[in-house]
């Protein structure tokens, strides 16, 4: 099974800081066809997970541009320019090249 | 708009099986894998396995083959999984998620196993 490792486990930072997180495969997300799948999602308290960004970098639909996702291989970003207050909550990426399926662990991104 | 429904909260006694549901709305409900997946309170998220309505090809986890079935009603746009055997490390929340991007959630369903 891929394991999928989040770095770090809790982000503190200010409002209208930049945020990066880190997500790192045990093994090459790149498929036979060219594409990666990696995805990135953010869980607010209470709610259901939601996509953010997939494929490494493509935003969802009604995604702000403030959120960007890069990597290829087994390292993977997330980055949050300007961070706002809507957008703590704990963030996970999700690996959907190799079944199963595995997610990481979680990042809690929180008010310093 | 895409929406997907589920079943409420469940209390079943250890042994015991349930049996939850996921009903879509808003798109080809045949044409997207429904997959599912499991949150123990307070922990990360684990992918239980797949199903594709429009044939019911399934996909599972190693972890889930035994403990998780999935099914699919073409007829009412409905996804169910049932959990059998229950024990404690069962409870948690499950949810239903659209395809492979796990583009859409449904609100989850909390299963709690007590005596």
């Known amino acids: 099974d891929a394991v999928m490792t989040q770095t770090p486990l809790s982000l503190p930072v200010s409002l209208g800081d930049q945020a990066s997180i880190s997500c790192r495969s045990s093994?090459?997300?790149?498929?036979?066809?060219?594409?990666?799948?990696l995805n990135w999602y953010l869980q607010k308290p209470g709610q259901s997970p939601q996509l953010l960004i997939y494929r490494v970098s493509n935003r969802f639909s009604g995604v702000l541009d403030r959120f960007s996702g890069s990597g290829s291989g087994t390292d993977f970003t997330l980055k949050i320019s300007r961070v706002e207050a809507e957008d703590l909550g704990v963030y996970f990426c999700l690996q959907v090249t190799h079944v199963p399926y595995t997610f990481g662990g979680g990042t809690k991104l929180e008010i310093k | 708009q895409v929406q997907l429904q589920q079943s409420g909260a469940e209390l079943a006694r250890p042994g015991a099986s349930v049996k939850l549901s996921c009903k879509a709305s808003g798109y080809t409900f045949t044409s997207y894998w429904m997959q599912w997946v499991k949150q123990r309170p307070g922990q990360g998220l684990e992918w239980i396995g797949a199903?594709?309505?429009?044939?019911?090809?399934?996909r599972y986890t190693q972890k889930f083959k035994g403990k998780a079935t999935l099914t699919a009603d073409k007829s009412s746009s409905t996804a169910y999984m049932q959990l059998s055997s229950l024990a404690s490390e069962d409870s948690a929340v499950y949810y239903c998620a659209r395809d492979t991007k796990f583009a859409y959630w449904g609100q989850g369903t909390l299963v709690t196993v007590s005596a």
């Open positions: 093994q090459s997300l790149e498929n036979s066809n060219g594409n990666t799948y």
């Open positions: 199903i594709y309505p429009g044939d019911g090809d399934t």
